[in-house]
């Protein structure tokens, strides 16, 4: 049973008539998010979709990178994790509504979850001055979780240290589907940031 496009057959739906083909388009939504990320600066590699059978909860994880930076050495993965409630809910709303609903409540809010990375470093930043840097770049508006991570491998190898830098942000799935401008700011801020760990990776990475 595919449920690559968010519809959920009408055995889910108990004392409930809906059409065989459901309002809520999930993946051509995401297709349509990559294309838009395209026009924001970046290149999309990859994508994987997950649905667990028995809650019907669907995520996405795009793997991508600024388009500046084809060679490296910055890693990007984006997840969205999608609740089956909050697209039935939707499903309910646009039903009933010919119009495109608004979110004043944030009753259909939705996690993004950016997770930068890159190859062990010689020379690791301080990572109270990389926070306060990535603050005055991200804003309010992309938190950004900076963390590093010792790892040893092979005694001979030594000690690996990695930074891990974290941001999560949530949007409507309203706004995902029918307002993808909305999203504008959010990947102009994760373009910058991204360019930023570019730019100085060379001196970490050494």
Not at 11 to 26: C, I, S
Not at 37 to 66: C, I, K, M, N, S
């Amino acid at each position: 049973m595919s449920l690559s496009l968010g519809a959920v057959p009408s055995p889910y739906r108990t004392g409930r008539r809906y059409p065989h083909t459901m309002a809520v388009d999930l993946a051509g939504t995401i297709t349509y998010l990559k294309d838009h990320a395209v026009e924001h600066g970046f290149h999309v590699h990859d994508e994987r979709h997950f649905v667990e059978t028995y809650t019907l909860r669907q995520a996405w994880e795009v793997d991508l990178h600024p388009a500046e930076a084809c060679e490296g050495p910055l890693d990007l993965h984006l997840a969205i994790d999608l609740d089956p409630r909050v697209v039935l809910d939707l499903e309910d709303l646009l039903l009933e509504s010919p119009d495109t609903p608004d979110d004043e409540e944030g009753r259909f809010m939705v996690p993004f979850l950016f997770n930068w990375g890159l190859p062990a470093l010689a020379n690791p930043p301080d990572l109270i001055v990389l926070s306060a840097e990535l603050a005055g770049i991200g804003g309010l508006d992309l938190p950004i979780e900076v963390s590093s991570v010792d790892s040893f491998g092979a005694l001979s190898a030594g000690e690996e240290r990695h930074l891990s830098l974290v941001a999560s942000v949530e949007h409507s799935v309203i706004d995902l589907m029918y307002r993808q401008d909305s999203l504008c700011e959010t990947l102009d801020r994760v373009h910058a940031v991204s360019m930023y760990i570019v730019e100085q990776a060379p001196g970490w990475i050494g």
